[in-house]
């Protein structure tokens, strides 16, 4: 992470996790030498499936599928009020681009 010219937009903007070593909460080491420290990761991995399983359960396969998998609106293209040309595409004016 060199040069390091502003060290605060550094960390925020450049950093990755593999650049952590070390990291302490409330005086406790909660990772050190790039591994967590004292978490069951199988326990967590249960919690997380439990909660997932839950949710579905609540509200049912149909609503998860499509919360999961939302439809993209379709996008369009919009004119640009600040385009200093008289060229009009199908794409942005349908039939008026040959009406000019």
């Known amino acids: ?9 550094h960390v925020v ?4 996790r593999a650049d952590v070593d070390t990291v302490l909460v409330d005086g406790r080491i ?39 998998n939302p439809e993209i609106p379709e996008t369009k293209v919009l004119d640009n009020p600040y385009t200093y040309t008289d060229y ?3 794409a942005t004016h349908g039939d008026l681009a040959s009406q000019r």
Do not use: C, F, Y
């Open 88 to 90: 009009r595409s199908a």
């Open 1 to 9: 992470m060199t040069p390091l010219l502003n060290p605060h937009a």
């Open 30 to 68: 909660v990772k050190r030498d790039h591994r967590l420290v004292g978490v069951d990761l199988a326990e967590a991995r249960r919690a997380v499936q439990a909660t997932v399983d839950h949710l579905r359960a609540e509200i049912g396969e149909q609503a998860w599928r499509e919360g999961m």
């Open 13 to 16: 903007l450049q950093a990755r």
